[in-house]
Structure formats: structure tokens, C-alpha cells
């Protein structure tokens, strides 16, 4: 498999994470995230939104979005329950996390960090706060829950996790949020894990 990728992107990261705990290889292909001059040339002809992640299978074929390729890559493991309303559930936290977490949170932390420009403080702010609506949301589900869905670590998990665990490069206190620290720590622990800059 070949995935073209991104090291800061948490998006990346899940793919990532998820090929190491089913210990699959693939080749690394880096591309920007700042700079997407070269993205339709690289990439238009195997994902129409010309994003990353995106994985080219061994046979040719090609997936974008993140869940999508953690649902094809979990497929009869642990990671994605069979159990019709469990596998439900997971896919509820994966919408949660691409409507609620990543524009927010993933943004801000893109400002931040990953941009020269000075951000808009204005919009910092409404990202932030949004971010802590979001946060304060998880909060309140792992404070009664030690995984998001099926009472196990599941490709939902891998999906929150990805941008969450850095959350404060975008300037968000987790210190606020001790279930979710908490809940940081055993996903850190399962089996086969690697940090983001590996």
C-alpha cells in the first residue's frame, strides 16, 4: 500500500496509528499541507478532492478521508465492531469528530502553529470556544465511559484521538478535562501504539 500523507496532520495520523496496531506495511509519501501546488498532479487522479490522506491499495485502487480508509482498514478486526448498533455508534463519534472536533480544534491548532501569518484573534476565539463545547461533549461521555463505543478501543477512538491529544498546540488547556486525560492516556496504551511524530 502507498499513503500520501502528512507528518503534522492529524487526519494522517489516524491512518497511521491504525496501520500500526494491524501491523500493515505501506510506503510514506509526504506532502504538504501548507503548500498544495503539486496536489493535482500527485494525487487528482486517485482522490477528486485531492486531500490527504489517501491510500492506494496493493491492487491500484484508491481511498480519501480518513474514515473511509480506518472503516476499509478495520474490516473484520477488533477495531470495528460487527454488532449492528456498536458499529453504529462508532460511526457516530467519527461524524462527531469530522463535524465537531476537526473544524475547530484542528483548525485552530493549524492557525496556530502550522501558519506565518498572525491569525485573526477574532476567529481564534470562535474556534476556541467552539473547541471547548466539543471537549466539554467528550468530557461528559468518557467521565461515564472508559472507550466512545462498544465498551472497547475501536477506530472511533483512533479517529477522536488524532487531533484531541494535541489539542493544546491549538491553544486548548486539557488540565480542564480530566476524563479525556484520562481517556488520552489509554489510548497511549493499547497495544502497537506510535505517537504522531513517528
Known sequence: MRLYDSSISGNCYKVRLICAHLELAYERHELSVTDRSNRAEV?????????????????GRSLGESGAILTYLAEGTPYLPEDRFDRAQVMQWMFFEQYDLEPNIAVARFLLKYVDEEPDPQLIEELQAKGHKTLAALERHLCEHPFLAAGKYTIADIAVFGYTHVADEGGFDLDAYPAVKRWIQRVQDQPGHVPIDA
Open 43 to 59: 494525487i487528482g487522479h486517485l482522490n477528486p478532492a485531492q486531500r490527504v490522506p489517501t491510500l492506494v491499495l496493493d491492487d
